[in-house]
């Protein structure tokens, strides 16, 4: 799933807008499979780089060989098959849309692909990886700032979780207050995080996002 044509909707007429507005991960999971077939061409000549930058970020702190990632929220897979490119061979996704999953599963970067919604209890066990990274999931109508705890819950410590946020989300979402009350608690740490930036600038330079890197603890 991304922060990122909607039921109906042509690839030429789809409203970018609509993605912000879904209320549950049945509505948000029925939006991207009705989009998966021309996800990658749309955020691609929009200028989606968050995936990019996640990944500068997450070969800075993750090694391939540390053990088996989590690509939260993986979509069509664009995040899992850079880093696959990049050597990381132990992946896992998960989505909650069937039809993104689908195409995931065609590029043979991820170890195994699970429909899964972000914001309970995920059905992983504790500590079950080295490090999580999750891109343009923590958006308007996406997943909510408590999914943090549970990815913390499933992530060893000392392992890593790479994250990208919209700022606006960050600001007025209860975002800054959990990821600040997270730290306080001791649960994590900020170790980086990425200047703010327009992830989508060909089609909404004001829109930005900021990726940051957590140690667990």
Avoid: C
Wanted: proline share 5%; hydrophobic share 40%.
């Amino acid at each position: 799933m991304s922060d990122t044509e909607g039921p109906g909707r042509s690839q030429d007429s789809f409203d970018l807008r609509s993605t912000f507005t879904t209320r549950d991960g049945q509505e948000s999971g029925e939006l991207y499979d009705s989009w998966a077939e021309n996800y990658e061409r749309n955020v691609a000549s929009w200028g989606y780089t968050t995936p990019a930058v996640a990944a500068g970020l997450f070969g800075r702190y993750v090694g391939p060989e540390d053990g088996t990632v989590l690509d939260a929220g993986a979509g069509t897979g664009i995040t899992g098959e850079i880093l696959a490119l990049l050597g990381y061979g132990d992946i896992v996704g998960i989505d909650v849309s069937p039809k993104m999953l689908e195409l995931a599963r065609s590029k043979g970067a991820y170890k195994d692909l699970r429909e899964m919604e972000l914001g309970g209890r995920l059905d992983f066990p504790s500590d079950a990886f080295a490090a999580v990274v999750a891109t343009g999931v923590f958006a308007a109508g996406h997943a909510p700032p408590e999914s943090f705890d549970d990815l913390i819950r499933i992530t060893r410590p000392g392992g890593y979780m790479i994250v990208s946020v919209r700022t606006d989300v960050y600001l007025e979402g209860g975002f800054k207050e959990k990821q600040e009350a997270l730290e306080k608690e001791e649960k994590w740490q900020l170790v980086d995080a990425s200047a703010p930036f327009a992830h989508l600038r060909f089609e909404d330079p004001d829109l930005k996002i900021q990726v940051f890197a957590y140690r667990v603890l």
